[in-house]
C-alpha cells in the first residue's frame, strides 16, 4: 500500500479494494473481517459491496455527518 495525494474516484476506490485491501482481509467472522467506512458515495457502490460479498467482508457504514467518528 502506498499514500496518495491525488483525488480518490469511485474506480480507483473500487481497484484499492480489489487489488491491495481485500486480499489483506479475511471473512467474516475472523479477525480483520470488518471493513469501516465513511458515507462517501464513492464507499457506497454496488461493484462494492460486491467486492466486499465476494470476500466474505463484512461492511459497516458511518452514520452521515459524524466527523469525529471519521
Not at 476506490?13 to 473481517?33: A, C
Not at 460486491?50 to 455527518?65: F, K, N, R, S, T
Request: aromatic fraction near 10%; glycine fraction near 8%.
Amino acid at each position: 500500500m502506498a499514500l496518495t495525494n491525488n483525488t480518490f474516484n469511485g474506480k480507483k476506490w473500487q481497484d484499492f479494494l480489489e487489488w491491495d485491501l481485500i486480499p489483506r482481509m479475511n471473512p467474516y467472522p475472523g479477525p480483520d473481517s470488518i471493513l469501516v467506512c465513511g458515507n462517501a458515495k464513492i464507499h457506497k457502490g454496488s461493484q462494492v459491496q460486491e467486492i466486499c460479498d465476494e470476500a466474505g467482508v463484512q461492511v459497516i457504514y458511518l452514520p452521515p455527518y459524524c466527523p469525529e467518528l471519521d
